[in-house]
C-alpha cells in the first residue's frame, strides 16, 4: 500500500483535532488524524513518571461544562463519566475564603451578589450557559464586521439578562476594572485575575474584561463540578473524544509525522508524511479538506512553506507574539497527606467540604493586585525568571483529594501525589537569559526547591521527613514532549485585544479558512477561544465547514445562536 484516500485529513491528534474529528465522522465524512507521537491526546495527557504515580504534564482543568458538544456528539455513550452531568446544578462555594499571607479573606455578601451578577448566575443555569457559550461556543462574525455592543455575543446576553451591563465602557474594560465595580474584596479580585492569567486572557489588559471573566467562571462551579471533573482526570474525558471519533469512523495513525501539506494550484490535496512515520503510505490523500490542528507557526512556515505564501503574510506569522507566558509545574509525591496550616484549615465551609476535601486547591498569595503587578511585570515586562522570593510567587495547585476516588492519581502503598503546582514563567522563546533559562544544570533543583518553599507558606508538612520526591516540569520540557505546545504554551499567543476573536490571530485567519483553499486551522494559537474551552474549536469549526458545503450534519446539530451567517455561502443553521 503506497497511498491512501480520505474525506478529510486532520495533522494532529490532540484534543483539538479530535474532537473535530469526532464532528466530522459523525456527518458521515471518512476522516484520518495523523499524529506525531506514539498516542494521541496533546495535553490531555496523563503520564506515570514512575509506577503507580501519575501526574498531569498539561492539561488539568475541565473548561467545558457549557459545550454544546456534550449533547451533540453524546459522550456519555463512549464512557466519559463526571460526578455531576454538566448542564445540571453542582453544589457552588459561595462561601468560599481566599489565601493571603495574614490568613483566610472570606467573600461578602457585595461580592457574592457581584459576582452572580456579572456572570448571570444570579438569572438561573441558562443564563449563565448562554454568556459562556457566547464567549468561547461560537464562530467569530464575517470578516469585515463592526464589532460594536449591539454585536458582539456576550454584550447580547447582557443586554438581555442584565441591561444596566450593556454599556460601551464595559468594552473597554480591564478586568480588575469590571470587578471594582461589582466586587467588593480585593483577595477575590487578584484570585481572579490570576486564574484568568493562566487561562487564556489577562486581567490587566484593556479589552477582554468579559472574556477574561469567563476563563474563570467556565473552569469553576456551576460550569464543571470539580477542577478535575471527569473521572480518571481530563485525559479520562480524552478517551471519551477519542472513542467517539473512533466509533463515527474515524482513523487515527501514530507515529506519523507531517513533512509537508501538499499543495497543488493553491490547493490542500493531502500529506507528506515524514520518512521515518510508521505507515507504508507516506501519501494520504484528502478529497475535500486538509485541517491542521498543530501550531499556527510551524503550519504555515513548515508544513506549507514560503513557495505556497505571499511573503508580506509569512512575515506577519513569524511576528505573532507568543509572550503570553507559560507554567512551571511541579507535583509532589509523598509519605502522608498534605496538610494545611492551622490558619488556613476554614478554607471550605464543612458543609460543602464533601464535594471539594479538606486540602483543597490553594491559590497563594492572593493578598494584593501590587503582588500580582510584580508578578505580571517581572513574567511579561521584563520576561525573565521570578526574582521575587517564594512567599510573593502566585501560585495554584490541584490537590490529590480532588481526584475522583476510582481513579486515584497514586496507587503506591503508603504514598500520596499532589499537583500539578503551578506558577507563570516566561514563555521560552523570549525569556531574556535563553531558551534554557530554567534548565541548566542544577537549575530544576533549585526551582523544584523554589515551589516546595511557595507551597510551604501555607502547607505544614512538606518537610524532608515528609517528602519523597518532587517532579518539575519546565515550559521547555513540555514544548519537547509536545510539539504542538509551542513555548510551553497552552493558550499559544498573546491574549489580548488585538488577537481575541474577529483578531485572533490575525483577522482574516480568524474563522479558521486559510489563503490555501481547502486548508484550515483547528489550534488554540489560531482559533478564539482556543484549546482550553472543550470542543470549542471543532464546535466553531463546523460552522465555517457547514458554509463551505464539507460538512452536512444531520438533526443532531444546532449552530450558535449568535453565529451570523457569511454572503454567498451555505448557512449553518438547518432549513
Known sequence: MKEERYDIVIVGGGHNGTTTAAYLAKCGLSVC??????????????????AGVRIQPHAIANYGGSAPGWEQLQLWKYGF?????????????????????????????????GYMKITCMDKGDMAFRD???????????????????????????????????WTREIMEMTMFDLMDEYLDTEPMKVNAAWIAAVSGAHGHMEGVAIPALCSVATVGPPAVPKPVGPRGNIHGYYHAIFRCAVAHGAVFRTCCPVEEIIIDDGKAIGVRLRDDATRPAKKIWADKAVISATHIKPTFLKLVGPRHLDTGFMQRIKDLSLKGGSLY???????????????????????????????????????????YYENVKVLFGEQQNM??????????????????????????RGMHINGPMWAIVPTPDYNKDGMTAMDKHGDKEKWNEYMRQALACVCENLDDDNLVRIFGE????????????????????RCDRDQWWNERPLAELARFRTPIDNLYLAHQSSAHPGGLCLMAVGYNLMHILIEDGIAEPGDWWYPSPWYVPEEDKISAIPK
Not at 452531568?85 to 451578589?113: A, C, W, Y
Not at 497527606?337 to 471539594?356: F, G, H, S
Not at 517564594?390 to 503506591?412: K, N, S, W
Open 33 to 50: 488524524v495523523l499524529e506525531e507521537r506514539p498516542e494521541c491526546g496533546g495535553c490531555q495527557e496523563t503520564c506515570e513518571p514512575m
Open 81 to 113: 463519566r463526571m460526578d455531576w452531568n454538566p448542564n445540571k446544578d453542582v453544589p457552588f462555594p459561595m462561601e468560599r475564603n481566599f489565601l493571603t499571607s495574614d490568613g483566610l479573606s472570606p467573600m461578602t455578601q457585595k461580592d457574592i451578589e
Open 131 to 165: 454568556l459562556m457559550r457566547a464567549t468561547f461556543w461560537c464562530p467569530p462574525h464575517p470578516v469585515g464586521t463592526e464589532l460594536d455592543e449591539n454585536n458582539i455575543p456576550y454584550m447580547q446576553v447582557y443586554k438581555k439578562y442584565h441591561p444596566d451591563m
Open 329 to 371: 509545574l511541579t507535583h509532589y509525591l509523598t509519605k502522608e497527606e498534605l496538610r494545611m496550616k492551622p490558619q488556613y484549615r476554614a478554607l471550605v465551609p464543612k458543609d460543602i467540604e464533601r464535594y471539594y476535601g479538606s486540602f483543597v486547591a490553594p491559590f497563594f498569595p492572593m493578598d494584593s493586585r501590587d503582588i
Open 387 to 412: 526574582t521575587y522570593p517564594p512567599e510573593r510567587a502566585i501560585f495554584g495547585m490541584v490537590t490529590g483529594q480532588l481526584y475522583d476516588e476510582t481513579h486515584p492519581q497514586c496507587t503506591r
Open 474 to 493: 519546565s515550559p521547555y520540557d513540555q514544548a519537547m514532549r509536545n510539539t504542538g505546545v509551542l513555548g510551553g504554551s497552552w493558550y499559544g499567543i
